[in-house]
């Protein structure tokens, strides 16, 4: 179950679903850029945080998260 991401400006509320917390948080520092207000992330289990809260949003492991790198060409 995704990470749902909302904050809202002047045309109403905007939401996006991400699958980490990391990505979430990404996309919410994104919103808060865009000048959005009254932007949260709510994790799979229903927690809400808001933007004072961010801190303390649970992060993946370094052992779970998916790896970026591309084995070496040869």
């Known amino acids: 179950m995704p990470y749902t991401v ?21 996309k919410a520092r994104e919103l808060i850029a865009r000048a959005c207000y009254d932007v949260r992330i709510t994790t799979p289990e229903g927690r809400t945080y808001h933007a004072t809260e961010f801190g303390d949003l649970p992060r993946t492991p370094a052992a779970r998260r998916p790896s970026h790198k591309h084995a070496p060409a040869g």
């Open 6 to 26: 909302s904050g809202t400006d002047i045309r109403g509320v905007n939401t996006a679903r991400r699958r980490t917390p990391e990505s979430a948080l990404k």
